[in-house]
């Protein structure tokens, strides 16, 4: 991954390419020089057009490097554990950017890089001035990477101009009927996924009836692509939130339990789990999937920060695999090599008042104390490095 890219493989904000026979959309990037050993390199971040999750794209046309990467948990010690060695590291700086990446000029990132026995699979670790960020990934070939249908950017830009011209001379019924179903269709993608709906998942249906709570996107699992995590955000605190939820699903509450180190809270039912926290970026978030997604995935939840994944993690570890690792067994298995921290549960914490044995306390000084949690809207919408 390190020194300048060629043009056939430079690509900018909003360009459409394939990557490894997948369609990604183009969000950002990162260019990197390390002058210990004079080289540079870029990272675009990549989001991709079925599932919306996002990756990293690593290409050094120089030496002929290429690989992607998704964002995942690690700890150091367990990597050396499952055999890697590690075959890269160093100090770089960011000599420039663009588009939706969390990073500054000048910016220093200390990295290393480990691969497997085989050679195939990597894991990275940046160490951005004290917060680690973890990424498993793997080599591809430059012929796995290419930008899809370039001319139609143009065309794209033509008929956008087009229609501008229009609007001053009027617009025909035909492109009246064309902008309507843009808009239809915008609205159907922007609907939460729908592919694990189930009569059991009284979280997910609660939320999607409550207009709090405003979809954000979907995940798909890296393990088994039928199943799915929704994201909502809302205007509340983490708590306001977690008291609407449990206000919302009277009687179905399996566990509640908090994290003290960053406040994140988990509410389970029988067959769902919602993780509500803070992003990244400062925004409320809620990440709402049946158990059968957790444990069948190694993702990191949206825009999530590295204490509030290891929390995620360990939480459903400790408190639900085992009861799952029997009845989801079909499933590809996203813990079978979990090595990280064990939970343990607060029986006492506040949220545990709000009900008894799955019967709701009183509903109407929960929705009084959830209003009153309300914060100011704001915050960004950017994602991390």
Request: proline share 1%; net charge negative.
């Amino acid at each position: 991954m390190r020194d300048m890219l060629s043009n056939y493989l430079c690509f900018d904000v909003g360009d459409k390419i394939k990557v490894d026979g997948n369609i990604y959309i183009v969000e950002g990037y990162i260019d990197f020089y390390d002058d210990s050993v004079v080289c540079s390199w870029r990272e675009y971040r990549i989001k991709s057009t079925d599932n919306y999750q996002v990756k990293w794209l690593s290409i050094d046309s120089v030496n002929h490097e290429y690989a992607i990467y998704t964002e995942c948990c690690y700890l150091e010690e367990n990597i050396i554990d499952k055999d890697y060695k590690k075959t890269d590291s160093g100090t770089a700086t960011v000599t420039e950017y663009k588009g939706n990446v969390d990073v500054d000029f000048g910016e220093i990132v200390n990295y290393k890089e480990y691969e497997d026995y085989t050679e195939e699979f990597l894991i990275s670790i940046e160490d951005w001035d004290g917060e680690k960020e973890y990424s498993n990934g793997y080599y591809i070939d430059e012929d796995d990477i290419e930008k899809v249908n370039p001319q139609n950017n143009n065309n794209y830009t033509n008929l956008s101009l087009e229609s501008t011209n229009d609007l001053s001379k009027g617009i025909s019924g035909k492109k009246i009927i064309g902008i309507i179903g843009i808009i239809i269709v915008a609205i159907f993608l922007l609907k939460p996924a729908s592919s694990n709906s189930s009569k059991n998942e009284i979280i997910s249906k609660y939320i999607n009836s409550n207009s709090s709570f405003v979809y954000v996107t979907s995940i798909t699992s890296d393990l088994d692509k039928n199943k799915k995590a929704n994201v909502y955000s809302i205007n509340k605190t983490v708590e306001g939130a977690a008291k609407l939820i449990i206000d919302g699903v009277e009687g179905k509450i399996e566990d509640v339990q908090e994290n003290k180190e960053d406040g994140t809270v988990i509410i389970t039912t029988n067959d769902e789990l919602a993780l509500i926290y803070t992003s990244e970026k400062s925004e409320i978030l809620i990440q709402v999937s049946s158990r059968a997604y957790v444990y069948s995935s190694r993702n990191t939840p949206y825009r999530s920060r590295y204490s509030t994944n290891r929390y995620y993690r360990s939480y459903y570890y400790s408190r639900a695999y085992d009861r799952d690792r029997n009845r989801y067994s079909k499933y590809p298995n996203g813990y079978s090599d979990y090595n990280d921290e064990t939970f343990i549960p607060n029986d006492n914490n506040k949220y545990k008042t709000y009900y008894n044995n799955g019967n709701k306390s009183s509903s109407s000084s929960i929705r009084q104390d959830s209003i009153n949690s309300r914060v100011s809207s704001g915050g960004g919408t950017s994602s991390g490095k």
